[in-house]
């Protein structure tokens, strides 16, 4: 069954702090696997796509990676900000089909 | 600039009653989506169209009725409206092909039903 799990579910860090969130899937055949960022009361908005060659990427503060082997991705936030604060969803889809398959989001909450 | 609108944002309606919620895009897009997303923040697809034809029909009610007029709309109407419905619906496009292409949110209509 095609799964997308992150973790933590949420974190508080501090203003200037670095954090880590993590996203495990079992989705095959893989296609590809995206970050996105949902302010509250908005829609996601994507922050990196990346692709089975592809093991790092970065979009400013934030860099994905992904090992295709262990099926393991993780979004490296430096030097957060309050505006940081957000849900960070994992999204994969299998190759061959229209389907994204979310994961259920880490709600990231920065304080000053 | 809006490149992906829907309209209305909140939407508070009885329990039985008809609705509908209008997407549009403007980004030449051949692809659109409705996702729902409920109250724990899970987002979950529930339809997807390619170029006005319907590629994507998860296990969703017949109450929920999909509708294209041209590849740059899709709306959804719902019948018979249920306490389960109220979350918030997502529409989202993306270029055609299914691979490596990304997808842009609308900013959601909250459902409420009563």
């Known amino acids: 069954k095609n799964q997308v799990e992150q973790s933590p579910q949420s974190l508080i860090i501090l203003e200037g702090k670095n954090c880590t969130l993590q996203c495990n899937y079992t989705v095959s055949p893989f296609s590809n696997l995206r970050w996105y960022k949902q302010d509250t009361g908005r829609g996601p908005v994507s922050l990196t796509i990346m692709t089975f060659s592809e093991n790092t990427k970065s979009n400013g503060r934030y860099t994905a990676t992904l090992d295709a082997d262990t099926k393991q991705s993780s979004l490296h936030i430096t030097a957060s900000q309050l505006s940081d604060s957000a849900s960070y969803i994992c999204?994969?889809?299998?190759?061959?089909?229209?389907?994204?398959?979310f994961g259920t989001g880490t709600r990231l909450k920065v304080l000053a | 600039d809006t490149a992906v609108s829907q309209t209305p944002k909140y939407l508070v309606t009885q329990m039985g009653n008809d609705k509908s919620i209008k997407c549009e895009q403007n980004?030449?897009?051949?692809?659109m989506y409705w996702y729902k997303q409920d109250s724990k923040k899970f987002l979950k697809i529930m339809f997807s169209y390619n170029n006005k034809e319907l590629i994507i029909n998860e296990t969703v009610p017949n109450r929920f009725s999909p509708k294209s007029p041209d590849k740059a709309h899709l709306n959804l109407h719902i019948n018979s409206l249920e306490l389960g419905d109220s979350a918030v619906y997502f529409c989202a496009s993306s270029p055609a092909g299914i691979n490596y292409n990304e997808q842009f949110f609308g900013p959601g209509t909250r459902l409420t039903v009563l």
């Open positions: 999204v994969v889809s299998a190759q061959g089909t229209y389907k994204y398959i």
């Open positions: 980004l030449g897009h051949d692809t």
